[in-house]
Each structure stands twice: as structure tokens, then as C-alpha cells.
Nanobody, 117 residues
């Protein structure tokens, strides 16, 4: 499975961005896709995840009500709509895909999101 993110950039406080993650390869084996982020000096943390089967979404408390994860199965692409952005959202955002058997997690290359105040 290969994952390619796009859509990061610089935005002002309160602004919006939409990240995209295009998956290719053995996409049929993906059970969960998600978004993680890592700020300088901090550990990578889960932002949101979406199951392939039931479409169940999970969000970090810090982004609930502001971020929305979604997926276009026809395009094998997942999205992260980020609204009401805050400076603390600044990080490198990574797309992830959990596949079975394994299980094993694949990662994208990351895309920088910077929120300026």
C-alpha cells in the first residue's frame, strides 16, 4: 500500500484546510485509515480514524467538532477537513492505513500544516 498526502500549507487562525490522502496498491486489505500529527518535540498522536467496513469515525478530543474525516472509496482517497484551525494544530500530518493480515500500518510521507496567529 502506498499513501500520498497533499493539501497542507500555511493558514491563519480560524481558517480551514483540507488534506487528501490517495491510496494505491493492495487497498482491499485496508481495514482502518487515519490521520496522525506530530508537532516539534512531541510524540505522534492520532487525530482521526475511519473504519473501512462500517465507516465508524474516531476523533481526538482536541479536534472534535472542528475536523471531519471522510473517504471516497471510488477514488481510494481519504480526506481530513480542518476548520477553525488553532496554532496548536500546527504539525506534520501523516496519513495511515492499517492492513490485515499482519496487522501492519503504512504511512504517508507527511504534509506540513502551519497555523499562524
Amino acid at each position: 500500500v502506498q499513501l500520498v498526502e497533499s493539501g497542507g500549507g500555511l493558514v491563519q487562525v480560524g481558517g480551514s484546510l483540507r488534506l487528501s490522502c490517495a491510496a494505491s496498491g493492495s487497498t482491499f486489505s485496508i481495514k482502518v485509515m487515519g490521520w496522525y500529527r506530530q508537532a516539534p518535540g512531541k510524540q505522534r498522536e492520532l487525530v482521526a480514524a475511519l473504519t473501512s467496513g462500517g465507516g465508524i469515525a474516531t476523533y481526538a478530543d482536541s479536534v472534535k467538532g472542528r475536523f471531519t474525516i471522510s473517504r471516497d472509496n471510488a477514488k481510494n482517497t481519504q480526506y481530513l477537513q480542518m476548520n477553525s484551525l488553532k496554532p496548536e494544530d500546527t504539525a506534520v500530518y501523516y496519513c495511515s492505513a492499517l492492513v490485515v493480515p499482519g496487522p501492519y500500518t503504512y504511512w504517508g510521507q507527511g504534509t506540513q500544516v502551519t497555523v499562524s496567529s
